[in-house]
């Protein structure tokens, strides 16, 4: 059984799937096809350490890219932050701690960044998206940007350069906010 939850963005969501424990561990399901709103194009997996801050990232392209995201070993505090311009909560952010024992899942919809802080090594999140990687079109806004606020859970973040030299939050609304607009409008 899943329960589903709504987040303070537009069109996104957890599910929490129940876990089965027995004396050999747990099992869980943590994706049904009908609760998913999108085709299932390609699916990803990270591992980080304790401290890595992935993200924030956004595929500007038309149609843009949903996710299903999880953290199978570890733990995160995952975050989404709403670019679409015709939203009803534009710029709005959540955060969500997730960990491998809590059975959460989250959708997260097309036009909404997404990044994620481990807050434990060895932390594992698996990805299912709609579109195929594109780097032409997959965009980073800087996760530590003050405009936005974030707060990720740590004292020392590790960022790849990709991330510490992504635009900030007014750059990429400068850049963006037209194509956006008329790609995630409602």
Same mark, same amino acid.
């Given at each position: 059984?899943?329960?589903?939850?709504?987040? *303070?963005?537009?069109?996104?969501? %957890?599910? $929490?799937?129940?876990?089965?424990?027995?004396?050999?561990?747990?099992?869980?399901?943590?994706?049904?096809?009908?609760?998913?709103? =999108?085709?299932?194009?390609?699916?990803?997996?990270?591992?980080?350490?304790?401290?890595?801050?992935?993200?924030?990232?956004?595929? %500007?392209?038309?149609?843009?890219?949903?996710?299903?995201? $999880?953290?199978? %070993?570890?733990?995160?505090?995952?975050?989404?932050?709403?670019?679409? *311009?015709?939203?009803? %909560?534009?710029?709005?952010?959540? @955060?969500?701690?997730?960990?491998?024992?809590?059975?959460?899942?989250?959708?997260?919809? *097309?036009?909404? @960044?997404?990044? =994620?802080?481990?807050?434990?090594?060895?932390?594992?999140? $698996?990805?299912?998206?709609?579109?195929?990687?594109?780097?032409?079109?997959?965009?980073?806004?800087?996760p530590l940007d003050?405009?936005?606020?974030?707060?990720?859970?740590?004292?020392?973040?590790?960022?790849?350069?990709?991330?510490?030299?992504?635009?900030?939050?007014?750059?990429?609304?400068?850049?963006?906010?037209?194509?956006?607009e008329s790609h =995630?409008?409602?």
């Amino acid at each position: 059984m899943m329960q589903r939850l709504n987040l *303070p963005i537009h069109g996104a969501y %957890t599910v $929490t799937s129940e876990l089965h424990h027995d004396s050999r561990g747990y099992f869980r399901e943590w994706f049904w096809g009908g609760e998913s709103e =999108f085709e299932i194009i390609q699916g990803n997996l990270s591992y980080s350490k304790k401290n890595v801050i992935r993200g924030l990232h956004v595929s %500007t392209a038309a149609g843009g890219q949903a996710k299903w995201i $999880t953290c199978v %070993t570890g733990s995160i505090n995952d975050v989404l932050l709403d670019l679409r *311009p015709n939203s009803p %909560t534009f710029l709005q952010k959540v @955060a969500i701690e997730i960990s491998a024992g809590s059975g959460i899942a989250v959708k997260i919809p *097309p036009g909404v @960044a997404h990044g =994620f802080c481990s807050l434990e090594d060895e932390s594992v999140v $698996t990805y299912l998206v709609s579109s195929k990687y594109d780097h032409e079109s997959e965009v980073g806004i800087y996760p530590l940007d003050p405009e936005i606020g974030i707060s990720w859970g740590v004292s020392n973040p590790i960022l790849s350069h990709k991330d510490s030299n992504a635009m900030k939050l007014t750059e990429f609304m400068f850049k963006y906010e037209k194509s956006m607009e008329s790609h =995630f409008g409602n």
